[in-house]
């Protein structure tokens, strides 16, 4: 939606901070939380190499994480959200690929 609304280009993301400043506006009041893993406490990082790149149609960014937590849970896997909007647990393997086809720094 905030792509929808700045001519196809995503916000900062180069901070949890600028991150929820940017989508703030896009959620209901009170959902200050969606920006926070609920176990740790921690916020959620953005993909800072992300910031203000352009989106090309729908599927630009559909193998990318865009969000992800700084560290994995006890189980050794950690939430990823896509930029098709899904969201997946991945393990470790799997998140050092993500990291970096995504450009993590």
Known sequence: MYADDNDNKLPDLSDAQSMKTAFTRYLPRGSEKAFVQPRTGRPYQP?????????????AFV???VVYEDAPAANGTRAVLFGDAHV???????????????HIP
């Open 47 to 59: 993909n800072s190499s992300l910031s203000y790149k352009e989106r090309k149609g729908p599927n």
């Open 63 to 65: 193998n990318i994480a």
């Open 88 to 102: 997946e647990r991945v393990n470790e393997m799997r998140w050092l690929e993500l990291k970096k086809t995504s």
